[in-house]
């Protein structure tokens, strides 16, 4: 009579009482620092840099100079100034978090299960983060709604917006332009945290800390900077793409080809409110650098 035990039994029942390895690898590889302190960047920036979106939204749907941006909103009133910041504050207070916490804790996964070389794992952590953030496309869509000057008598605020959406024309809806966004994020976002940290290496040591500062907001900056004026025609055809409603969905490319007929056959207009934009990415991604980097130093 054999009495060993029977190895596929002992398999079986070491799987129900244990976690598998991998999950367990997984879920210990995210910290939830990561995603507070981007949660806790993301609220400082938008509370300085909302206004200066508005223009340059309108930048990108009417294809008109700053003065023409800035003289819509001075003659809509204070009271539109910050007329759909909810939107982004959620959406960028979550991607943010999200933005943080998924590419450290998918590099921190890859590296400790894969040999992989460095800037693979931040190419495929970055672009993870990336997709993950396309979840919340639906703040985007309800904040181009709000901020275009022809959804102002429909929509009285945030709430709404989202359930006249959802009752008139579903939840699909809400995902229109997700292509852009997902060509935008993760090759961005994967660009980065790459820049970023190789910048780090060539900073000079200090030990002050207002000169600390000042090198994590310039390094923030110039690289967020850089990045969107790269990405700047994606977002164009994304607002081109949300501006509409309840229509049937054009393809990318044929946003692409009607925005260049539209704009006199020339590229450069693609990049119209690109200049302001670019400041305000320099101002926003300095804010929102220097904030990680310090609200992480508190938390540590």
């Known amino acids: 009579m054999n009495n060993e035990p029977n190895l596929r039994e002992i398999n079986s029942e070491a799987l129900r009482t244990s976690p598998h390895i991998y999950t367990r690898s997984i879920l210990a590889a995210f910290d939830w620092k990561e995603f ?40 809509e009133g204070l009271g539109f100034l910050y007329r759909g910041i909810f939107p982004p504050m959620a ?100 660009m980065f945290f790459m820049l ?33 004026t790269l990405f700047y025609p994606l977002n164009v055809i994304k607002v081109a793409m949300q501006s509409e409603m309840g229509q049937v969905s054009e393809s990318m490319w044929a946003i692409c080809k009607r925005i260049y007929f539209e704009r006199g056959n020339r590229i450069k207009y693609f990049y119209r409110g690109c200049a302001f934009n670019s400041f305000r990415s320099f101002l926003s991604w300095g804010i929102m650098n220097t904030a990680y980097e310090n609200l992480k130093k508190v938390m540590s």
Not at 62 to 69: D, F, N
Not at 205 to 228: L, R
């Open 36 to 75: 507070a302190c981007g949660c806790g960047a993301a609220f400082i920036n938008i509370g300085v840099t909302y206004p200066i979106y508005k223009m340059i939204f309108r930048q990108m749907l009417h294809g008109v100079p700053i003065t023409s941006a800035f003289g819509q909103l001075r003659n």
């Open 91 to 190: 959406q960028k207070t979550i991607s943010l978090s999200i933005m943080f916490g998924v590419f450290d804790g998918s590099r921190r996964y890859l590296i400790e299960n894969f040999s992989m070389n460095a800037y693979t794992v931040k190419i495929i952590a970055g672009i993870t983060s990336g997709t993950v953030e396309a979840v919340l496309l639906p703040f985007e869509r309800v904040q181009t709604l709000l901020a275009h000057s022809k959804y102002h008598e429909y929509f009285a605020n945030t709430p709404r917006a989202f359930n006249y959406v959802l009752v008139h024309h579903g939840f699909l809806e809400l995902y229109r332009g997700i292509v852009p966004v997902l060509w935008r994020n993760g090759p961005s976002n994967a």
């Open 196 to 228: 970023r940290e190789e910048v780090s290496l060539f900073l000079p040591d200090t030990s002050s800390k207002t000169t600390k500062t000042a090198q994590e907001f310039v390094a923030g900056a110039i690289i967020g900077a850089s990045i969107s």
